[in-house]
Structures are given as C-alpha cells and as structure tokens.
C-alpha cells in the first residue's frame, strides 16, 4: 500500500540563476499584430458633420423679431451676459419678461451668440424659453465679419 522510505532523497534540478527568457517570438507577433492593423485599418479623418452654411439675412428677414443677444463672457471666470433688445437681463429675469410680453400675443425671437459663448450657455438660455408655456418663435442667427 504505502511505499517504503529508503532514505534516498529526491533533488529538484534547479534552474540556471539569471533566469534567460527568450521574448524574441513575442517580439515577432507583435509586430505582425502592428502590421495588420495598420494594413487593414483606415486613415480617414472623422467626417466633418453635415452643418448647413450660414445664410446672412438682411433687414427684412429679422423685421418682427425681437433681438436676442448672447454676449462672450468680459474675463475668463465670469459667466456670458444675457441682452434682450439692448438691456442686460439674467435667465430669470429673460423669462420674466418673455412671459410679460406674450400675454401681449406671439413673441418671436432672433438669438445671436457671440463665437466664444459656451454652447452649454446657449442650451441654458434655450431651455428658459422651452420651459415657458405660449406661443414663442426663435430662430438663430448669423453675423457677417465686419
């Protein structure tokens, strides 16, 4: 059943000291996995999104509507300015005064935002005039580079 202890003991070969590795077949795949990608992958940039080009309007295109201003913020920590027809006016203020005038009928709104205006900015101003129940158009607006 048991086998029986002659007093010979059994010795492990050890291993060399430094321990060689040959990675050069790691080396090898890897590269070949590099090669294949880069073979079989494209080198076309994201495609631009489709974004209509701006068409200046002229005076008669904005006749009706009321000038809605997003003015770049004046240093790099403060927050962009509100102008509803010329006169500075925080988001609650703007929603105050867009739910005066339309108990007077429709208003009809032409935003223009200044290039450096963060668009989440933009979004925020957007969503005060959403969450404002009655009869609200607006549309955004071009300026050409003088």
Not at 29 to 50: G, Q, R
Not at 58 to 72: H, K, P, R
Not at 118 to 138: A, C, L, P, Q
Request: glycine share 10%; aromatic share 6%; no cysteine.
């Amino acid at each position: 059943m048991f086998a029986k202890n002659t007093g010979q003991s059994f010795r492990r070969k050890k291993g060399s000291a430094d321990g060689n590795l040959d990675i050069t077949p790691m080396i090898d795949v890897t590269f070949l996995m590099l090669i294949f990608f880069m073979v079989t992958s494209t080198m076309k940039a994201t495609p631009d999104k489709d974004i209509p080009p701006a068409i200046s309007g002229d005076s008669a295109v904005a006749a009706g509507f009321t000038e809605l201003g997003i003015l770049s913020p004046a240093s790099a920590g403060a927050e962009s300015q509100v102008v509803l027809d010329a006169d500075p006016v925080t988001l609650n203020g703007l929603r105050e005064e867009l739910e005066r005038r339309l108990r007077g009928g429709q208003v009809r709104l032409m935003i223009h935002a200044e290039r450096d205006v963060r668009s989440g900015f933009v979004g925020e101003v957007e969503g005060v005039i959403n969450e404002i129940e009655g009869n609200i158009e607006y549309k955004f607006a071009v300026r050409d580079r003088r």
